[in-house]
């Protein structure tokens, strides 16, 4: 059985409650293994207010979830019974099971959230220091703070003007000492 991706259908509003009631879910009924990544889609827009930048998250297709499934009988009646879904989009009938995203459309929604279809192995840890070898902090060492796989950015902290001061960096702008 292969993982692929699904659009789930929510009330509107309640993508966010919907994401944090799936992945309880799939915790409390030990689901880890057929249901992986629970993606609201939202990309980041720049809003101007009172003459002020704002960046600001907006939903790509309010009402919808996405959902990386092993999908069998109970994955699926794991996802529909989440408190706040309606159904899946593409199935067919109510007993029926739904189609899922083609690998393209995925890859170019996850791209279009800042996201990558397939992770990449993070080889670091918190706290460890790393270089930066590219952007405006290039040649600045820091410790590592946080680590966001699924977005693939870093925040280190490094020594600027005697302080320490976290930056978020990609993956790809540093490198191990």
Same mark, same amino acid.
């Given at each position: 059985?292969?993982?692929?991706? /699904?659009?789930?259908?929510?009330?509107?509003? /309640?993508?966010?409650?919907?994401?944090?009631? @799936?992945?309880?879910?799939?915790?409390?009924?030990?689901?880890?293994?057929?249901?992986?990544?629970?993606?609201?889609?939202?990309?980041?827009?720049?809003?101007?207010?009172?003459?002020?930048?704002?960046?600001?998250?907006?939903?790509?297709?309010?009402? /919808?979830?996405?959902?990386?499934?092993?999908?069998?009988?109970?994955?699926?009646?794991?996802?529909?019974?989440?408190?706040?879904?309606?159904?899946?989009?593409?199935?067919?009938?109510?007993?029926?099971?739904?189609?899922?995203? @083609?690998?393209?459309?995925?890859?170019? @929604?996850?791209?279009?959230?800042?996201?990558?279809?397939?992770?990449?192995?993070?080889?670091?840890?918190?706290?460890?220091?790393?270089?930066?070898?590219?952007?405006?902090?290039?040649?600045?060492?820091?410790?590592?703070?946080?680590?966001?796989?699924?977005?693939?950015?870093?925040?280190?902290?490094?020594?600027?003007?005697?302080?320490?001061?976290?930056?978020?960096?990609?993956?790809?702008?540093?490198?191990?000492?």
């Amino acid at each position: 059985m292969e993982k692929n991706w /699904y659009v789930v259908h929510t009330y509107s509003g /309640y993508e966010n409650k919907v994401k944090a009631n @799936l992945e309880k879910r799939v915790e409390s009924m030990g689901m880890q293994d057929k249901i992986f990544r629970v993606v609201v889609p939202e990309e980041e827009e720049t809003e101007l207010k009172n003459g002020k930048k704002k960046i600001v998250k907006k939903k790509v297709f309010p009402g /919808y979830v996405l959902v990386e499934i092993i999908m069998t009988d109970d994955s699926w009646y794991v996802v529909r019974n989440t408190p706040g879904v309606t159904g899946f989009v593409g199935s067919a009938g109510h007993g029926s099971k739904p189609t899922p995203l @083609l690998p393209e459309e995925v890859t170019f @929604l996850l791209k279009r959230m800042g996201m990558d279809e397939r992770p990449i192995e993070v080889d670091f840890e918190l706290k460890e220091t790393v270089r930066v070898k590219e952007g405006p902090f290039t040649n600045f060492t820091g410790a590592i703070e946080d680590i966001d796989a699924d977005k693939q950015k870093v925040k280190v902290l490094v020594n600027m003007f005697g302080r320490e001061t976290p930056v978020e960096l990609d993956f790809t702008q540093i490198e191990k000492i």
